[in-house]
Nanobody, 121 residues
Framework: QVALVEAGGGLVQAGGSLRLSCAAS????????MGWFRQAPGKERESVAA????????SYADSVKGRFTISRDNAKNTAYLQMNSLKPEDTAVYYC??????????????WGQGTQVTVSS
């Protein structure tokens, strides 16, 4: 388990963009699988995106394909979620997650505290 800290959430209008960041502790970040989840009021937590340690095989939920991009900068121990063309239904608390064993598919065991994303119409 490692410490994960999300940042970049906020209030935006529909059609706008945000970039979330997730800073991770640990000297072996380059081998972590990373992911983003979200949880909206009254709904279960859902997977949004994930990226392998190599960055070659990102995956996305159908609801965000073509709008969101997950990436990582291993030199900065940071993962990102670029969110474009935001919709009100994207409103949720977004959580960063890590599988420090680098499994694919990941089995996430480390979680950030969450950052609120609110999209107004």
């Amino acid at each position: 388990q490692v410490a994960l800290v999300e940042a970049g959430g906020g209030l935006v209008q529909a059609g706008g963009s945000l970039r979330l960041s997730c800073a991770a502790s640990g000297r072996t970040f380059s081998r972590y699988a990373m992911g983003w989840f979200r949880q909206a009021p009254g709904k279960e937590r859902e997977s949004v995106a994930a990226i392998s340690w190599s960055g070659v095989i990102p995956s996305y939920a159908d609801s965000v394909k073509g709008r969101f991009t997950i990436s990582r900068d291993n030199a900065k121990n940071t993962a990102y979620l670029q969110m474009n063309s935001l919709k009100p239904e994207d409103t949720a608390v977004y959580y960063c997650a890590a599988d420090i064993a680098g499994r694919w598919p990941p089995a996430f065991g480390s979680w950030g505290q969450g950052t609120q994303v609110t999209v107004s119409s």
